[in-house]
């Protein structure tokens, strides 16, 4: 058995679990998001600021991948919301068995909104579905204008860019520009936010959209 | 066959191959190292200013690992330095296979030390030997302090830290001391070095430990 067919197998099986996870996603009404970017570029601060600003008029909850340990699960249950903690052992990334077995820990029936924070990593989370109605990613401004040329699977799959930490842009060097330009040319669809969650510049867009998002996909569901 | 059994498989060759390199590094004398970080944490200008320190002394080489494209073996040959580009066309890591294909394309006999410039990823790199004398890493200051904590493999299986951006840690409230601690807790015997690629603070300790590492390793080859 070679190689490239054991990875298909592979992708092929978590496939059809992620279109379980959506079923059962769909059933319930329940719009879901799958968090991806280089680690530390602000995922668990950004799902914080979210919450926040969206408790009040969704039933939010969170399922956090690691590779070990709940640091991040932690600071979301510190704000008195649903967490699932995922660990990987070591795995690069989250996968729709995982997400399924998570989602058993969690109160379905009362929930709108679900966050999966993935595991760190530019690269291989944006090949594995979960379920989700879309995938959300992060480029810090300190990782570099290059990084949509160097990394172009998560920024063709996702939904939507949030360029973060821009109170850093100034002190990096950061050619918003060419970040703006290069992603756009990997996928032409891409929203774009320029957000710094430290300072909460930006957020308001990303937190609109995504609300529209929600109630897009209610109404659908009606 | 399960899937833990396809993975350990797949790193029992790789370790096998990874021995095959080491032994023709060791039959030329080349100190090798391989050079980890996620994504813009600064590897590629750590090898410029590597190089700029060291080449009067060593005959250096460079193999660029990237998903796609030349964009860090195109400032390396600016250099005029020997560099082979390894594409992994979406993979996440190089492996020991893909840089017994690059060596073939460097000329070893006239080569003391090669550095090998890995995907920009903190999870999967540090599984995978290579046949390096040494695997060293980066961490950046904006990445945050508890990297190690949630990271721990690349910390563990790494000799030398390199903890980059120092010159951003006033602007991202970078724990060092934790940074540290963690990081020492996985790997007592880890070296730590605090630098700032952009400024060049710090950079002097580095180029002298790694200047003794390869006498050290050259004297035990004569």
Redesign the interface.
Known sequence: ?G?IS?VKQ?LDANDRIAQENRAVFDAKSIFVINLMS???AGKTTLVEKTISALRGRYRIGVIEG????T?DADRIAALDIPVVQINTG?G?HIDANMVREAMAGLDLDAMDFLINEN??????PA?FKIGENAKVMIL?T???A??P?????MFHESKVLLIN?M??AP??DFDLEKARRDALAINPDLVIFEVSCKTGKGLQEWFTWISNQIEDYQKSRM
Chains 1, 2 share one sequence.
């Open positions: 058995m190689k054991v592979v280089s680690p530390g690691d590779i070990q340990d640091y070591g690069c595991v760190g990593n530019l690269v291989c090949e810090s300190p990782e570099g290059d990084k040329s160097k990394y172009p699977l930490k109170d850093l002190y990096v």
